[in-house]
């Protein structure tokens, strides 16, 4: 059966030193005994090194959540954006606010070495800000002082000057408690509350996919019944304008056979109409060509959903406003739009209210 070991990242010299926990109790290990492959280990690291900020994740997938975390606190930074890891915690929800670390992939490289080199490959690493209940007591682990307070989770190194630390401490807004052995401590909060895993994206355990899917076999079932409700109806609205681009194109295909008998129809009919025009008189496309060819191309683009239309009859422009699964999608969408004959601007693309929306400008190819 598998056990659950509790470990702090030891200084340069020092041995490692666990605490296992058991079936309501937490026992320090002999230096002989180490944890086997098969057991659960938790590596604590210094919060020091680690700033934890609520984010509100933005995206629809876990990936995403990540990147735009990075820029979502980049003004509070004094670092790039580009040189940092982040995770967020395990119960994390799209669009919801939730806690997020953000460390040095330098710093992450170092740790994932001294774990390779202990043998602990497959351990979780968590820094012991956020093992700290919200708005407990300071506690005071020698080393540092963390804290999790209303003003954020931090810690506070006691190598500071006195001064400074007591600055720290005061927005903290009470004094701290002594954790007496600070492994034993940890553990304690550890057996309690897991922290944050810093093992996610480029630091993933190997078996993270698996344990994931054994444990939201239910939530899987739900979101399959849920994609598979949408993609009835999204199918069937695509089924709809096909035929309606279909009855467009046969009226467009006649109205040019009446307005120039005897010649062939050409393949682009506005194109063709509008080099018969001449620059006196612009052609413009009506609102139900240019409707078909956008509900076209969304029936081609996987998560993309319409929010708003709006269509100009003086310059025949089409506006409209996407809801995206992640920055990017609109690049492909105008693609695949200009694919079908018209011309495509994209305006502004934004996070409103945890969902990623863009605009664009639908019109004739000049």
Same mark, same amino acid.
């Given at each position: 059966?598998?056990?659950?070991?509790?470990?702090?990242?030891?200084?340069?010299?020092?041995?490692?030193?666990?605490?296992?926990?058991?079936?309501?109790?937490?026992?320090?290990?002999?230096?002989?005994?180490?944890?086997?492959?098969?057991?659960?280990?938790?590596?604590?690291?210094?919060?020091?090194?680690?700033?934890?900020? $609520?984010?509100? &994740? +933005?995206? @629809?997938?876990? /990936?995403?959540?990540?990147? #735009?975390?990075?820029? *979502?606190?980049?003004?509070? =930074?004094?670092?790039?954006?580009?040189?940092?890891?982040?995770?967020?915690?395990?119960?994390?929800?799209?669009?919801?606010?939730?806690?997020?670390?953000?460390?040095?992939?330098?710093?992450?490289?170092?740790?994932?070495?001294?774990?390779?080199?202990?043998?602990?490959?497959?351990?979780?690493?968590?820094?012991?800000?956020?093992?700290?209940?919200?708005?407990?007591?300071?506690?005071?682990?020698?080393?540092?002082?963390?804290?999790?307070?209303?003003?954020?989770?931090?810690?506070?190194?006691?190598?500071? $000057?006195?001064? &400074? +630390?007591? @600055?720290?401490? /005061?927005?903290?807004?009470? #004094?701290?408690?002594? *954790?007496?052995?600070?492994? =034993?401590?940890?553990?304690?909060?550890?057996?309690?509350?897991?922290?944050?895993?810093?093992?996610?994206?480029?630091?993933?355990?190997?078996?993270?996919?698996?344990?994931?899917?054994?444990?939201?076999?239910?939530?899987?079932?739900?979101?399959?019944?849920?994609?598979?409700?949408?993609?009835?109806?999204?199918?069937?609205?695509?089924?709809?304008?096909?035929?309606?681009?279909?009855?467009?194109?046969?009226?467009?295909?006649?109205?040019?056979?009446?307005?120039?008998?005897?010649?062939?129809?050409?393949?682009?009919?506005?194109?063709?109409?509008?080099?018969?025009?001449?620059?006196?008189?612009?052609?413009?496309?009506?609102?139900?060509?240019?409707?078909?060819?956008?509900?076209?191309?969304?029936?081609?683009?996987?998560?993309?959903?319409?929010?708003?239309?709006?269509?100009?009859?003086?310059?025949?422009?089409?506006?409209?406003?996407?809801?995206?699964?992640?920055?990017?999608?609109?690049?492909?969408?105008?693609?695949?739009?200009?694919?079908?004959?018209?011309?495509?601007?994209?305006?502004?693309?934004?996070?409103?209210?945890?969902?990623?929306?863009?605009?664009?400008?639908?019109?004739?190819?000049?």
């Amino acid at each position: 059966m598998a056990r659950r070991f509790i470990t702090q990242l030891p200084e340069p010299g020092e041995a490692w030193r666990f605490a296992e926990i058991g079936a309501g109790s937490i026992t320090l290990c002999a230096p002989h005994d180490r944890p086997g492959r098969s057991d659960d280990v938790t590596v604590i690291v210094p919060g020091t090194e680690v700033a934890i900020a $609520p984010v509100r &994740l +933005v995206g @629809a997938r876990r /990936a995403d959540w990540l990147r #735009a975390a990075r820029f *979502a606190v980049e003004d509070d =930074l004094s670092v790039p954006v580009e040189t940092l890891h982040v995770a967020a915690e395990a119960q994390a929800r799209a669009g919801a606010v939730a806690e997020v670390c953000l460390v040095s992939r330098s710093v992450m490289e170092g740790w994932m070495a001294q774990l390779a080199d202990a043998g602990l490959n497959d351990a979780r690493i968590v820094p012991d800000t956020s093992l700290l209940p919200v708005n407990s007591a300071p506690l005071d682990i020698g080393p540092r002082i963390l804290v999790a307070g209303e003003g954020g989770r931090f810690a506070i190194d006691t190598s500071l $000057p006195a001064e &400074l +630390v007591s @600055a720290l401490l /005061a927005k903290a807004g009470a #004094a701290p408690e002594s *954790a007496g052995d600070p492994l =034993l401590a940890l553990a304690g909060l550890a057996a309690v509350q897991p922290g944050i895993d810093l093992r996610q994206a480029d630091y993933a355990r190997k078996s993270d996919e698996a344990l994931d899917f054994s444990r939201v076999r239910l939530l899987a079932g739900l979101a399959a019944a849920c994609a598979l409700t949408w993609g009835t109806y999204t199918f069937a609205s695509i089924q709809t304008m096909q035929r309606l681009e279909g009855a467009l194109e046969r009226q467009t295909r006649a109205s040019f056979t009446a307005l120039y008998p005897g010649e062939p129809v050409p393949t682009n009919i506005l194109a063709a109409v509008r080099d018969r025009s001449g620059a006196a008189a612009p052609v413009t496309a009506g609102f139900r060509q240019m409707a078909a060819v956008l509900y076209g191309a969304l029936g081609t683009a996987e998560g993309i959903s319409l929010s708003s239309l709006r269509y100009n009859s003086e310059d025949g422009r089409l506006q409209a406003t996407l809801v995206y699964t992640a920055f990017g999608d609109d690049a492909a969408l105008k693609t695949e739009i200009e694919a079908r004959g018209l011309a495509v601007r994209l305006g502004d693309t934004r996070v409103d209210n945890g969902r990623v929306v863009g605009d664009m400008i639908l019109e004739l190819s000049s």
